[in-house]
């Protein structure tokens, strides 16, 4: 699954952009302007961006931390005895089982801010498997609506999803698929934005969030939802990027880095 993740990543940013998105240098994430939720948008495999991800959580200081690749269960585990020790926290996190990259490269983020509170906002693989049938309104439960998980996408924006979760599969899957595909993706946005507000409860803020770039997009990803229950929340999306885009991407701030080395994502599709 992690290629899928990489991949998908890249495909998503090109099905839209952002009017007054502005591009950064890399040095700028020790200086991120003053937020209430910050997201840091990834390439899960890029180890240069969980390193910008750390400066930035560290220069941020916040009160919470927000991990789309941690389950709520998860994170009751990061304690503080355990939260200095990379081989310890990975393992009582499971960490090696999750199909996530190393954990090498997200250590340091756990640790650039050792008082912030951890906060999961993954779902058992079983519910998000289930959104690709019934929907993410029906497996969100009843604050479904709230989120705007009960409301149709545009025409425009559904074809564009479906488009971009096409390029993310490699043009492998059926096409009837990727309507579910998109309910998925909606669900996960959900899911975040729901433990970015329950952090904001908890803690007041700031939260910084870490996560991909297709969930840190200020289009569609988890701002969307965020807004709808924290609409007085001051949010700041980041993006790091590996090749310059054509035009400004749907970010607040971007960045563009050098590639993380990896195999051809395709070649599992083209091998089968």
Same mark, same amino acid.
């Given at each position: 699954?992690?290629?899928?993740?990489?991949?998908?990543?890249?495909?998503?940013?090109?099905?839209?952009?952002?009017?007054?998105?502005?591009?950064? !240098?890399?040095?700028?994430?020790?200086?991120?302007?003053?937020?209430?939720?910050?997201?840091?948008?990834?390439?899960?495999?890029?180890?240069?961006?969980?390193?910008?991800?750390?400066?930035?959580?560290?220069?941020?200081?916040?009160?919470?931390?927000?991990?789309?690749?941690?389950?709520?269960?998860?994170?009751?585990?990061?304690?503080?005895?355990?939260?200095?020790?990379?081989?310890?926290?990975?393992?009582?996190?499971?960490?090696?089982?999750?199909?996530? /990259?190393?954990?090498?490269?997200?250590?340091?983020?756990?640790?650039? !801010?050792?008082?912030?509170?951890?906060?999961?906002?993954?779902?058992?693989?079983?519910?998000?498997?289930?959104?690709?049938?019934?929907?993410?309104?029906?497996?969100?439960?009843?604050?479904?609506?709230?989120?705007?998980?009960?409301?149709?996408?545009?025409?425009?924006? +559904?074809?564009?999803?479906? !488009?971009?979760?096409?390029?993310?599969?490699?043009?492998?899957? /059926?096409?009837?698929?990727?309507?579910?595909?998109?309910?998925?993706?909606?669900?996960?946005? !959900?899911?975040?934005?729901?433990?970015?507000?329950?952090?904001?409860?908890?803690?007041?803020? /700031?939260?910084?969030?870490?996560?991909?770039?297709?969930?840190?997009?200020?289009?569609?990803?988890?701002?969307?939802?965020?807004?709808?229950?924290?609409?007085?929340?001051?949010?700041?999306?980041?993006? +790091?990027?590996?090749?310059?885009?054509?035009?400004?991407?749907?970010?607040?701030?971007?960045?563009?880095?050098?590639?993380?080395?990896? /195999?051809?994502?395709?070649?599992?599709?083209?091998?089968?």
């Amino acid at each position: 699954m992690r290629h899928l993740f990489v991949l998908g990543a890249l495909a998503a940013l090109n099905v839209a952009t952002a009017a007054g998105a502005e591009q950064i !240098a890399p040095a700028a994430m020790s200086n991120l302007p003053d937020a209430d939720v910050v997201i840091l948008g990834e390439i899960h495999d890029n180890p240069i961006h969980h390193d910008h991800q750390a400066a930035a959580v560290a220069a941020l200081t916040p009160r919470a931390l927000v991990f789309e690749m941690l389950t709520p269960e998860q994170a009751a585990r990061v304690t503080p005895d355990l939260r200095g020790d990379a081989g310890a926290l990975g393992a009582a996190l499971g960490w090696a089982e999750s199909g996530w /990259p190393d954990f090498a490269m997200y250590h340091p983020i756990f640790t650039a !801010a050792p008082g912030a509170a951890i906060y999961g906002a993954a779902l058992p693989r079983g519910d998000v498997r289930r959104s690709v049938g019934e929907g993410a309104a029906a497996v969100f439960g009843d604050e479904a609506a709230a989120y705007g998980l009960t409301e149709d996408l545009p025409a425009d924006e +559904q074809a564009a999803r479906e !488009a971009g979760q096409m390029e993310a599969h490699c043009n492998a899957m /059926p096409a009837e698929m990727m309507g579910g595909m998109v309910e998925a993706q909606r669900l996960r946005d !959900a899911a975040l934005a729901r433990a970015v507000r329950v952090a904001l409860d908890e803690t007041g803020g /700031p939260v910084a969030v870490i996560t991909g770039n297709g969930h840190a997009r200020t289009d569609w990803g988890l701002a969307r939802p965020l807004a709808r229950v924290a609409p007085e929340a001051r949010v700041i999306a980041i993006g +790091q990027l590996e090749s310059s885009p054509d035009a400004a991407p749907p970010f607040d701030l971007w960045l563009v880095t050098d590639p993380a080395e990896r /195999p051809d994502p395709c070649e599992a599709f083209r091998a089968n």
